[in-house]
């Protein structure tokens, strides 16, 4: 059975960061996507990073290119989502999820396309 358990979310102040954690079970992490998402208040859920089965395939949208960095840990069967430089408007709920590669470097970047949701995890930037 396939869990994804996010965790690291919390209350950050403007310009802080936050590193999330994505820690996956029930499936090779580098045999499949791991997606980011967030879920902010009144708005539809939104893909922010993504990285695929290569080491160099991780991509990241371009709203939050620059300040957004994902990377994993193989042994950890973990992927993290880095946030640096946190505005008001990065409040919302993040979510990992699973989807099938398009290719070893490239991941979908449709929320249909993702499976093996986790719960959640809480980002609330205020000061």
């Known amino acids: 059975q396939v869990q994804l358990v996010e965790s690291g979310g919390g209350l950050a102040q403007p310009g802080g960061s936050l590193r999330l954690s994505c820690t996956v079970t029930?499936?090779?992490?580098?045999?499949?996507?791991i997606a980011w998402f967030r879920e902010a208040p009144e708005k539809d859920r939104e893909v922010l990073s993504s990285?695929?089965?290569?080491?160099?395939?991780?991509y990241v949208e371009e709203f939050v290119k620059g300040r957004f960095t994902i990377s994993r840990d193989i042994a950890a069967n973990t992927v993290y989502l880095q946030m640096n430089n946190l505005t008001p408007e990065d409040t919302g709920v993040y979510y990992c999820?699973?989807?099938?590669?398009?290719?070893?470097?490239?991941?979908?970047?449709?929320?249909?396309?993702?499976?093996?949701w986790g719960r959640g995890t809480q980002v609330n930037v205020s000061s």
């Open positions: 999820a699973t989807a099938f590669p398009l290719a070893d470097w490239l991941c979908p970047r449709v929320i249909a396309a993702y499976s093996n």
């Open positions: 029930g499936l090779t992490l580098n045999e499949y996507c």
């Open positions: 990285i695929s089965r290569r080491d160099d395939s991780a």
